[in-house]
């Protein structure tokens, strides 16, 4: 019913077999609401099932009315505050470019149920340059640094973004600006350099308002999949069926041009593919061919998708990160070099550790000796278990892992 939702979500679709399950009586309300929590569709929920409520429990219906409203209030509040940082940005002369969320929000790609989408925070990209002044403008309309407990030297050098928050009625709720410079870690070569010449313009509420072309927005939410957190939530997965569905023209010759130059296949694939199975959206099948992606690398993501999606909860988050981690990039030495050569502060985050006590620094630098452990605990889990790996590697149908039309 949670995949059907999502449906409902991008083409109004699943109502029937929607109102057929809550017609047999089965539902766990209570594993339904955690995964409706975990793929961050919950806000959606009332929406969608308000026309079948005499077939819901009435406490269910009442908890998710009450969820509804609750992030239309909060959605209504950061489309303000949206406006009102761009407005600040334009009329000193600093470009800016919602991003994500925010983007998604601004361009209303949602439609009529945009204030159902969840946020936590306001996403922007700003020029590297205009960085300092960028953040000046922040702080003057109230603003501070969040960085975490962090050395601001980290962000500025080993990460893409910083944080700002402002409180808002008395100290009781806060606003989260993420302020990016680039949209993924720094590298060598510098990663969509066309981006800033291909931004687009588009008209809301009287004014105009600058955006990332259709084609750097997916870019966009391919490299979120990279990020520590929720990799296989449905609401990531709309955002890019959503995309796909509104821009049928995109400039497909230029992503795969920066898809290979940026090194971005594997997670462009990850990204299609879930559009294609759980929307059935496709790409061209000149695009998928085009990425040059190997059938055994194509095999392990479409079953990590279909192994993991609503099976994630039961978990650990580390462990399906892990095993993302290494499918999201096209070859093993990129990943495996970011876990070898992690900066501290990501080390202390990924072990929940603060991370410049003594403890944690000692324990850095001696991660050289025992991520070899680590790896050997996964050998012998997979010697013990060999399901563990029969599953993940071995040629089982989509119809075994995935038992839904």
């Given at each position: 019913m949670v995949l059907l939702i999502a449906r409902w979500i991008v083409d109004d679709s699943g109502l029937p077999e929607i109102k057929e399950i809550l017609a047999g009586g089965a539902v766990n309300w209570e594993h339904f609401n955690a995964l409706l929590m975990d793929h961050e569709v919950y806000s959606f929920?009332?929406?969608?099932?308000?026309?079948?409520?005499?077939?819901?429990?009435?406490?269910?219906?009442?908890?998710?009315?009450?969820?509804?409203?609750?992030?239309?209030?909060?959605?209504?509040?950061?489309?303000?505050?949206?406006?009102?940082?761009?407005?600040?940005?334009?009329?000193?002369g600093v470009d800016i470019l919602p991003l994500k969320g925010s983007a998604f929000l601004?361009?209303?790609?949602?439609?009529?149920?945009?204030?159902?989408?969840p946020m936590v925070d306001i996403d922007i990209l700003v020029r590297e340059d205009n960085l300092c002044r960028a953040g000046e403008l922040?702080?003057?309309?109230?603003?501070?640094?969040?960085?975490?407990?962090?050395?601001?030297?980290y962000w500025r050098r080993r990460n893409y973004h910083i944080?700002?928050?402002?409180?808002?009625?008395?100290?009781?709720?806060?606003?989260?600006?993420?302020?990016?410079?680039?949209?993924?870690?720094?590298?060598?070569?510098?990663?969509?350099?066309?981006l800033w010449d291909r931004i687009i313009t588009s008209r809301v509420e009287n004014r105009e308002i600058s955006l990332l072309s259709p084609e750097d927005m997916l870019f966009c939410l391919v490299l979120h999949l990279r990020r520590f957190g929720k990799v296989l939530s449905?609401?990531?997965?709309?955002?890019?069926?959503?995309?796909?569905?509104k821009h049928k023209d995109l400039d497909w010759?230029?992503?795969?041009?920066?898809?290979?130059?940026g090194h971005m296949r594997a997670s462009l694939y990850f990204r299609l593919v879930q559009a294609g199975m759980f929307f059935d959206i496709h790409a061209p099948d000149a695009v998928l061919k085009g990425l040059?992606?190997?059938?055994?690398?194509?095999?392990?993501?479409?079953q990590f998708i279909l192994r993991n999606t609503f099976s994630a909860l039961s978990k650990t988050g580390d462990s399906v990160f892990l095993k993302n981690h290494f499918l999201a990039y096209d070859g093993f030495g990129e990943p495996a070099g970011m876990i070898l050569h992690m900066p501290l502060e990501q080390f202390g985050k990924f072990y929940r550790l603060a991370p410049y006590r003594v403890g944690t620094v000692l324990l850095y630098r001696m991660r050289f000796f025992f991520y070899p452990f680590y790896l050997f605990a996964l050998i012998l889990r997979a010697v013990i278990n060999p399901g563990f790996i029969a599953g993940l590697f071995a040629g089982r149908s989509k119809e075994e892992l995935w038992p839904i039309n």
């Open positions: 929920a009332y929406a969608c099932l308000k026309d079948f409520s005499s077939l819901l429990p009435g406490n269910e219906v009442d908890l998710l009315k009450r969820t509804y409203y609750f992030n239309l209030a909060r959605i209504s509040c950061f489309q303000d505050e949206i406006f009102r940082i761009i407005d600040v940005y334009r009329e000193r601004v361009d209303n790609m949602y439609g009529g149920k945009a204030g159902s989408r922040l702080e003057n309309i109230g603003y501070h640094k969040d960085l975490g407990g962090l050395k601001e030297d944080v700002y928050e402002r409180s808002n009625c008395n100290n009781k709720s806060f606003t989260l600006v993420e302020m990016h410079w680039l949209l993924d870690y720094p590298r060598k070569t510098p990663l969509l350099p066309r449905l609401k990531s997965a709309c955002d890019c069926a959503l995309l796909l569905a010759d230029y992503i795969l041009r920066e898809t290979s130059n040059c992606l190997g059938r055994y690398k194509k095999r392990l993501i479409e």
